[in-house]
């Protein structure tokens, strides 16, 4: 039953970032007992609101009333001390710390002056028992984990300082199927106990069954606040955007040639099983399959991320030896990262500098002036025609990649390898963690590069969005490929065909 008691308040919040508002005027509140969504495109200010309540960010005016209590929330750990926890959706733990000494870190237990390992130990097993995690143990190093059981030591971090407000910014983005109705079974507990829960999530249907009401951004500013029972995922869409649903994905037309592009043959690994595709110039293969399927790493097989025990990769015909991504890169093969922040791109520099580093690699006359120097007018020329070309938002080639909203910091992570001037492409999880609307100029790029005669691959565990944009789908189980679909399949037989 939701709460009548009003815990949050914002009142005419601002915020400006250099060249950019990111907030204006938002005003709103949350109440105990109640989980509200947060929803808008990426750069609607979801984030930025939330970094302000949990102390990351300062506000520039408007004020914050919790309980009717003015407060000034001035640090993480002063939001802290007010019952506010946050999970972010990138991952921020300390990955040569154990899994216990990650989730009490700063509340680190003591006894007699001394870290007491024990209660450390005791409290650790005790979030991730709360949360299911029978499959993480305490002791267990933190890189030592997958990507999604490091989102689950992030909850329980956050829950192990007892909050009463919770912030999950996009928490289900690494989760598989299983671990994300573990986490929505906690964030039922915590309606049921009277906790505010603050839900940011680019997954509407996630929005429409767990949430109480929602509170709908765009630009900076609140478009909509509602009960959720009396919204749908048209209204809330309607809200975000000006475009129609159906205009997300672009018109379908064929490119394929007759050239194969890249082929494997009977690649294997230990995850991998004799997996044999082929691309051709013009056409774009989707890989479809449930989290732990060997997608990702067939694809770091083809680049040489991984090591192959078995087959080969084949470019144009012939056998190629690759070793790591120099070596594909100097074969015709780029790789976008599921993983933009940590993979793809350096946020501390400037937006230039990260669309030109596959070009400097690689030595390209598009960027390199007179041996061994890079001229800087060349790297200016390109990164603007790139820009352009993307509609990358910003306000200088300068600018640097960190002051970027999601959708367009992956716009900079194509781009880059676009500028490589690579003749196969694998995009990974290309609209991972973006907006609708950012999501649809992605798959304009996709097609777009499509036309111009290059090779695409394309990893998805969201079965429309490859109907979408690919020509033909494989699906991958357990490591192999096991069927190959034409793009008009129906949704229920490929999704059927990711179980066998």
Known sequence: MTGELIVIE?????????????????????????????????????????????????????SILIDGTLVEIMSPIDAENRGIGIVYQELSGLPHLTVSENIVIGRDPVRYGFLDVKKQREIAGMMLERLGAKDISPDQRLDELSVSQQQIC????CMAANPRIVIFDEPTTSLTNREKEKLFAIMKKMRQDGLTVLFITHYLEDALRMSDQCVIMKDGRVVCSSPMVEMDEKKIVGHMITQRMDSFFPEYHSYITDHVALETRALSDHVVHDCNIQVRYGEVLGLSGLIGAGRTELAHLIIGARKSTDGQVLVDGSVRHIHGVYDALCCGIAYISEDRRTDGLNLSMG???????????????????KPPFV???????????????????????????????????????????????????????????IDVSAKAKVYEIIRELAREGR??????????????????ICVMSRGRIISDF??????????LAQQR
């Not at 090779?455 to 033909?472: F, W």
């Open 10 to 62: 914002f009142k005419n919040i601002r915020k400006t970032f250099p060249g950019t508002v990111a907030l204006d005027d938002v005003s709103f509140t949350a109440k105990s007992g109640e989980i509200t969504a947060l929803l808008g495109q990426n750069g609607a200010g979801k984030s930025t609101l939330m970094k302000i309540l949990s102390g990351a960010y300062q506000k520039d005016s408007g």
């Open 351 to 369: 937006i230039d500098f990260n669309l030109s580093l596959s070009s400097l690699v690689l030595k390209s006359q598009r960027v390199m002036g």
């Open 375 to 433: 001229s800087d007018e060349r790297i200016w020329n390109m990164a603007e025609e790139i820009i352009g070309a993307l509609a990358i938002k910003c306000w200088s080639p300068k600018q640097k990649v960190s002051n970027l909203s999601g959708g367009n910091q992956q716009k900079v992570s194509i781009g880059k390898m676009i500028a490589s001037g690579a003749k196969v492409l694998i995009f990974d999880e290309p609209t991972k963690g």
């Open 154 to 157: 992030e909850i329980a971090k």
């Open 455 to 472: 090779a695409i691959i394309v990893i998805s565990s969201y079965t429309p969005e490859l109907q979408g944009v690919c020509d033909r």
């Open 486 to 495: 034409a793009r008009d399949t129906a949704e229920e037989e490929l999704m």
